[in-house]
T-cell receptor, first 114, second 114 residues
Framework: GQQLNQSPQSMFIQEGEDVSMNCTSS?????WLWYKQEPGEGPVLLIA?????ELTSNGRLTAQFGITRKDSFLNISASIPSDVGIYFC??????????????FGKGTKLSVKP | DTGVSQNPRHKITKRGQNVTFRCDPI?????LYWYRQTLGQGPEFLTY????????KSRLLSDRFSAERPKGSFSTLEIQRTEQGDSAMYLC????????????FGPGTRLTVT
């Protein structure tokens, strides 16, 4: 079945640093979405990507839909303490004319350096 | 608050009991999805509805799981004869129309089976 590999699994940030994370798939996706989840809450949509090669920004966040349609990355510039949380990539693929569900990666946990 | 709401937020039950969770999607969102999330994992798709029609249910984890959306508005997810392995966060998401794949999640229901 379709699987998403998300890396890194975890990372520590210092305020002001730029952060990068990525997601790769064994299958092609039509849509890539990036979510952030905080403890005890549901995922919050950050960015949606619909076209191969597309680069989209949302404030300090920038995400790209890979040309092969099998990968995506998310960058956070000038990180701040409230960026901590778990970031999930999710891919969507239509099949058989129905609206497909989302396939999620295992997440990248962002923590603040002690 | 016009976001997706889920009730209860937390449920503790004894093994063998039945539980039911409710999801109220964003108003006029015609697609509704259920996911399960276990610790350290991304959400895992269970089932979805377009209006009142359940269009995909093969991913429901067993025949103990069932979902309804009788009037195309709120939805319920029922787990019969709960097992300890059912302990997880159950998430609901809604989508505004067929023109988008952006899923908006509720805060989830945390189920603990003792």
């Amino acid at each position: 079945g379709q699987q998403l590999n998300q890396s890194p699994q975890s990372m520590f940030i210092q305020e002001g640093e730029d952060v990068s994370m990525n997601c790769t798939s064994s299958s092609i996706f039509n849509t890539w979405l990036w979510y952030k989840q905080e403890p005890g809450e549901g995922p919050v949509l950050l960015i949606a990507l619909y076209k191969a090669g597309e680069l989209t920004s949302n404030g300090r966040l920038t995400a790209q839909f890979g040309i092969t349609r099998k990968d995506s990355f998310l960058n956070i510039s000038a990180s701040i303490p409230s960026d901590v949380g778990i970031y999930f990539c999710a891919g969507q693929f239509d099949y058989g004319g129905s609206q497909g569900n989302l396939i999620f990666g295992k997440g990248t946990k962002l923590s603040v350096k002690p | 608050d016009t976001g997706v709401s889920q009730n209860p937020r937390h449920k503790i039950t004894k093994r063998g009991q039945n539980v039911t969770f409710r999801c109220d999607p964003i108003s006029e969102h015609n697609r509704l999805y259920w996911y399960r999330q276990t610790l350290g994992q991304g959400p895992e798709f269970l089932t979805y509805f377009q209006n009142e029609a359940q269009l995909e249910k093969s991913r429901l984890l067993s025949d103990r799981f069932s979902a309804e959306r009788p009037k195309g508005s709120f939805s319920t997810l029922e787990i019969q004869r709960t097992e300890q392995g059912d302990s997880a966060m159950y998430l609901c998401a809604s989508v505004p129309s067929l023109a988008t794949y952006e899923q908006y999640f509720g805060p989830g229901t945390r189920l603990t089976v003792t």
